[in-house]
């Protein structure tokens, strides 16, 4: 059950309705949004009855029952799509958005050359890890606050917004100084004291899906950062493991439109971790935009045979120009049939 507060209501108004709520047995989680508090209730109960003693009170605004086990990021608590604004862009509006740069941020001149290359060919957002997650503890880590330092760079001479992953809670506040977008990796996916942190840090995540997690699992990881103050999440699909072992991962395409049936996020593809090879990433990424995804996240190097991480999957900067420009037509489309769902919204 999500509780719509009034717009005014007072502090005092809010301990009563969660007073109440609690009376019943159930706990109580509010977020405090830009305009009003929304409190959200969890737990068993007599639903029925709470949900009608509540209904009652004078500064509720709406109450709404909600059967997913999560609440905030379920389709019952919101209709439409949530839009995400960063930098001069909408993820989840009506432009699709591209992120692309390296695997890793390696040096100023590497960084500088990928998001120079990336931005001409219609990139928005440029990705680099300064922080690495690896397998392997003898493979590079990351140029750390270091590598921060020179996508700001980066960002400065070309207008990009920063994506860059966050690995430990610790580093939350030093990356959001940094990043426009804070993205957890599929390794950190159930990583449940980062994401509870990254409820406080006043930025947008991308939340990868974890390499063999479910759908519902990865709304469910949604949920722990929207419950902890921050509503601006944006999900990814980049493949997960299975017996197959042509492509690094297994893209679950279907897993885009399933989600949009369940969830008001944005949701944006990643060819390059979800094949691991440059020649499938063109045909993923038109597959991405076909079926109805908000964006891509591709990996762009600038030289990907001399990359220090997933160079293979890398695209170098001429394939990303005309990987772009073949997009243009799906892109259209994609865009046609953005205006038609928002018209038909409008006519409901
Ligand atoms: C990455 O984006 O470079 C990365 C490590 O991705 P994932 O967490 O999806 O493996
Ligand atoms: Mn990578």
Same mark, same amino acid.
């Given at each position: 059950?999500?509780?719509?507060?009034?717009?005014?209501?007072?502090?005092?108004?809010?301990? *009563?309705?969660?007073?109440?709520?609690?009376?019943?047995?159930?706990?109580?989680?509010?977020?405090?949004?830009?305009?009003?508090?929304?409190?959200?209730?969890?737990?068993?109960?007599?639903?029925?009855?709470?949900?009608?003693?509540?209904?009652?009170?004078?500064?509720?605004?709406?109450?709404?029952?909600?059967?997913?086990?999560?609440?905030?990021?379920?389709?019952?608590?919101?209709?439409?799509?949530?839009?995400?604004?960063?930098?001069?862009?909408?993820?989840?509006?009506?432009?699709?958005?591209?992120?692309?740069?390296?695997?890793?941020?390696?040096?100023?001149?590497?960084?500088?050359?990928?998001? *120079?290359?990336?931005?001409?060919?219609?990139?928005?957002?440029?990705?680099?890890?300064?922080? %690495?997650?690896?397998?392997?503890?003898?493979?590079?880590?990351?140029?750390?606050?270091?590598?921060?330092?020179?996508?700001? %760079?980066? %960002?400065? /001479?070309?207008?990009?917004?920063?994506?860059?992953?966050?690995?430990?809670?610790?580093?939350?506040?030093?990356?959001?100084?940094?990043?426009?977008?804070?993205?957890?990796?599929?390794?950190?996916?159930?990583?449940?004291?980062?994401?509870? /942190?990254?409820? $406080?840090?006043?930025?947008?995540?991308?939340?990868?899906?974890?390499?063999?997690?479910?759908?519902?699992?990865?709304?469910?990881?949604?949920?722990?950062?929207?419950?902890?103050?921050?509503?601006?999440?944006?999900?990814?699909?980049?493949?997960?493991?299975?017996?197959?072992?042509?492509?690094?991962?297994?893209?679950?395409?279907?897993?885009?439109?399933?989600?949009?049936?369940?969830?008001?996020?944005?949701?944006?593809?990643?060819?390059?971790?979800?094949?691991? $090879?440059?020649?499938?990433?063109?045909?993923?990424?038109?597959?991405?935009?076909?079926?109805?995804?908000?964006?891509?996240?591709?990996?762009?190097?600038?030289?990907?045979?001399?990359?220090?991480?997933?160079?293979?999957?890398?695209?170098?900067? #001429?394939?990303?120009?005309?990987?772009?420009?073949?997009?243009? #037509?799906?892109?259209?489309?994609?865009?046609?049939?953005?205006?038609?769902?928002?018209?038909?919204?409008?006519?409901?």
């Amino acid at each position: 059950m999500i509780i719509s507060m009034k717009l005014h209501a007072t502090p005092q108004e809010i301990a *009563e309705v969660r007073k109440k709520v609690e009376e019943f047995g159930y706990k109580v989680h509010s977020i405090e949004g830009e305009e009003r508090v929304v409190i959200a209730v969890v737990g068993v109960g007599d639903v029925t009855a709470c949900l009608e003693s509540v209904e009652a009170m004078p500064q509720v605004e709406n109450v709404v029952r909600i059967t997913a086990p999560y609440k905030f990021v379920s389709k019952e608590f919101r209709q439409g799509r949530t839009r995400i604004r960063v930098g001069g862009v909408e993820i989840g509006g009506d432009e699709f958005v591209v992120m692309a740069g390296p695997c890793s941020v390696e040096s100023e001149e590497q960084i500088m050359r990928a998001a *120079e290359g990336v931005a001409q060919a219609g990139a928005k957002i440029l990705r680099g890890g300064a922080f %690495k997650p690896r397998t392997s503890p003898y493979d590079f880590q990351g140029m750390e606050e270091e590598g921060l330092k020179l996508l700001r %760079k980066a %960002k400065q /001479a070309t207008g990009l917004a920063i994506i860059t992953e966050i690995m430990g809670d610790r580093d939350v506040n030093l990356v959001a100084e940094y990043a426009d977008i804070l993205q957890v990796g599929a390794r950190n996916m159930q990583n449940f004291v980062l994401l509870k /942190a990254l409820g $406080k840090c006043g930025k947008p995540i991308l939340l990868k899906r974890g390499m063999s997690s479910t759908v519902k699992e990865l709304l469910m990881s949604a949920e722990y950062i929207v419950a902890h103050g921050n509503p601006e999440v944006i999900l990814c699909e980049r493949g997960i493991r299975t017996f197959e072992t042509v492509t690094r991962n297994t893209c679950d395409i279907a897993a885009i439109p399933a989600l949009q049936e369940l969830t008001h996020l944005p949701i944006v593809l990643d060819p390059s971790h979800a094949t691991g $090879k440059r020649s499938l990433v063109p045909a993923l990424s038109r597959a991405g935009v076909a079926i109805g995804a908000d964006g891509l996240i591709v990996e762009v190097h600038p030289a990907p045979e001399k990359a220090v991480s997933d160079g293979a999957q890398s695209l170098d900067i #001429p394939q990303f120009q005309r990987m772009m420009q073949e997009l243009k #037509p799906y892109i259209q489309l994609w865009q046609e049939s953005r205006k038609k769902e928002v018209a038909a919204a409008a006519g409901r």
